[in-house]
C-alpha cells in the first residue's frame, strides 16, 4: 500500500510538471473598481468587510462580545490579586500617558475617517484599547473601575454590539443610505456609522478586559 501512496505522489509532481493549468477567461474588469462603485467609499477594504462581506463581520462582532464574557465567567472564581504593581516612576507615567493620548487621537481618525484612509472600526479599536491600558498600568485599579462605572461603560458597549447589529440587518435586507460624493467625509452610506460603531465596541470591550486581568491576575 505504501508503494501505492508514492506511485500517485510521483504521477500527481509529474501532472503539475507536464500539464500546465488553463488560464482562466475572466472578463475585461477590474473587481477593485466594482468593489468601489458599490460602496462608494475610497477605501475598499473597509467596503467589502463592512458591506459586501458584512454579514461574516456581523459574527467576528459577536464573537469578540462571547469573547470578553468568557473572561468574565473563567475568572470570576479566582481571587483578586492582593498585590497590583504599577509604573510608579516619572518618567515612565509621562511616557506612557503620552502614548495613551496619541493612540486615542488616531482611535478617533481611525473611527472617522477609515472609510476615505487606511483603518477602519477594528483598527480604531485597537487603538482605543492601547490607550486605556497604557493609563490602566499608571493609575489604580479603583479609579480606572470608578470611571468605567460612571459612564456607564458597559452598558454602551451592548448597545454599540445591538445598533451595529440591527444597521447590518437593515444593510443586508437591502436598505442603504445615499453614497455621497467620493472622498468626502459624509460619504459611503452606512459604512461610517458601522466603523464608530465597531470602534466603540472594540475599545469598550479592551477597557473591561483589561480591568478584570489586572484585577484576579495584576499587571502582568
Known sequence: MKWAYIAAGIALFIKFLVMPNPAPNLPDFSIVEAVL???????????????????????EVVVFTISIMGVYFLLANER???????????????LARLGATIAS??????????????????????AGGTAIGLIAITSSPERMQNIYERWH??????????????????????????????????SGGIIPILNILVAIKVALGSWAAILVFIRYRGLL
Open 37 to 59: 462603485r458599490d460602496c462608494g467609499i475610497p477605501n475598499v477594504v473597509s467596503g467589502i468587510i463592512l458591506r459586501n462581506r458584512l454579514y461574516d463581520t456581523i459574527f
Open 153 to 186: 461603560a458597559a452598558t454602551w458597549e451592548k448597545v454599540s454590539v445591538l445598533v451595529f447589529i440591527v444597521l447590518s440587518v437593515i444593510t443586508l435586507a437591502g436598505i442603504e443610505l445615499p453614497h455621497g460624493e467620493l472622498g468626502a467625509l459624509i
Open 105 to 126: 487621537l488616531v482611535s478617533i481618525e481611525l473611527a472617522i475617517r477609515g472609510h476615505l484612509s487606511p483603518g477602519g472600526g477594528f483598527a480604531a479599536g485597537v
Open 80 to 94: 483578586p490579586s492582593c498585590t497590583i504593581y504599577q509604573f510608579t516612576d516619572k518618567p515612565s507615567i509621562i
